[in-house]
């Protein structure tokens, strides 16, 4: 059984829908021939909302969250897929649960237009652009944002304090190499550091700090020894003590001027542990020069006054191919011959050391010589003879 409705009360509910609705001119919702909306177009053309004029078939669609053109379809870019209250296409709609438009990844709700940008590799804020701290430019998989909540692969963690320096990143083994590995701001911190100079020792280039160089401080690790200390430090009548003093003088090698006492100071002389080597000094000339592989004289040259047929900086004395032809001295038969050629079987058919052009003249060394030869360069390793050549 149907429940009675009041006469009054339907008069009351029709009056406070009608308050509510948008007031539109000669609105008529029985006729559907009329047209509601003003569109130019009714219930009977198809019109699929006759109370909105932005609904009409073949209306252009705009981006507002509605059917425009009354196709039954709301175009997926007015759709706002993953929640985050932005659509794709710029937005002229009025809906309460879209913000905005020109959502840039409609499938992510991470991304949208003014999104704040975190650490996670990807474009936020749609700018069209990843910041640059979400990067790994130096590939040891790490970034410098932190913390890391991107999902990118090959990427670790963030924090990275040089994304410039592949050796450098949080966690990283610290080596002695003057640079911070692990990213703990402190360089080399597992190393000795004799001066407390910031420096480890193993890169430190004075690691006491006394401002000699550890390649001449003969005491590396004592500020109170150094190159010119000429005072005796613990008192012992002694400047040498344990240090090396090579020409047994009363001065370490270390404070020495001059470690083989040949005259020479040790910052011209080209051995300062050989007393017969040494460089002209002011007075005099330099060591006599031998014909070895030495330079006895500190000139720069084992040649000097000898012989260097070749011109290869090596004298003949010493130079096992005299003259650069490719075949020793002890099997060449010109050693002092033509320089400038390499010896071939084009150029030397004997292999004899010999150029076949201008110096050799038995080419194929069968004891004829080439002008007599009637195949000069011909068959190797036989003598002519009355046996072997009967003409």
């Known amino acids: ?59 252009p669609e705009v981006c507002d969250g509605i059917d425009n053109d009354c196709d039954g379809e709301v175009p ?31 499938g992510d709700a991470a991304r949208f237009l003014g999104n704040p940008e ?75 550091n004799f001066d407390a100079d910031g420096q480890a020792d193993c890169v430190d280039l004075d690691d006491d700090g006394d401002g000699d160089p550890d390649v001449t401080d003969c005491a590396p690790f004592d500020a109170a020894i150094y190159t010119g200390d000429t005072s005796d430090s613990d008192c012992d009548g002694s400047l040498v003590d344990e240090d090396s003093n ?6 370490p090698d270390c404070i ?20 017969s080597i040494f460089s002209a000094p002011l007075l005099g000339p330099g060591a006599p ?16 006054e000898f012989d260097d047929l070749d011109g290869d900086s090596e004298p003949d004395c010493t130079d096992t191919d005299d003259d650069n032809d490719g075949i020793t001295d002890t099997a060449d038969s010109c050693p002092n011959g033509d320089t400038g050629w390499t010896a071939s079987s084009a150029t030397d058919h004997d292999s004899d050391g010999c150029q076949d052009t201008g110096e050799d003249s038995d080419d194929d060394n069968d004891g004829i010589t080439d002008t007599a030869d009637s195949c000069a360069s011909g068959e190797l390793n036989w003598t002519s003879s009355t046996t072997t050549d009967h003409d």
Do not use: K
């Open 1 to 59: 059984m149907s429940p009675v409705r009041s006469p009054v009360l339907l008069i009351l509910t029709a009056l406070l829908f009608s308050s509510c609705a948008p007031e539109l001119t000669g609105f008529n919702p029985v006729d559907p021939s009329h047209d509601n909306d003003g569109d130019g177009v009714t219930e009977l053309d198809g019109d699929c909302h006759d109370g909105d004029p932005a609904q009409f078939p073949g209306n």
């Open 76 to 106: 997926s870019e007015e759709q706002d897929d993953d929640g985050d209250s932005y659509v794709g296409c710029a937005w002229l709609g009025d809906l309460d649960e879209i913000t905005g438009g020109d959502d840039c990844d409609d």
């Open 118 to 192: 975190v650490c996670d590799g990807i474009d936020n804020d749609c700018d069209e652009v990843v910041p640059e701290d979400e990067d790994d430019r130096d590939g040891d998989g790490y970034v410098e944002c932190a913390p890391w909540t991107g999902s990118t692969t090959g990427i670790i963690a963030g924090g990275d304090c040089d994304d410039s320096e592949y050796a450098r990143f949080p966690g990283n083994a610290e080596i002695c190499d003057d640079i911070d590995n692990d990213c703990n701001q402190t360089v080399d911190d597992s190393f000795p």
């Open 246 to 251: 090579f020409d047994g003088d009363e001065e």
């Open 256 to 275: 020495d001027l001059d470690d083989d006492n040949d005259g020479d100071p040790d910052a011209t002389d080209c051995n300062d542990t050989d007393a």
């Open 289 to 304: 020069e031998l014909c070895d592989t030495i330079d006895s004289d500190c000139d720069g040259s084992l040649v000097d």
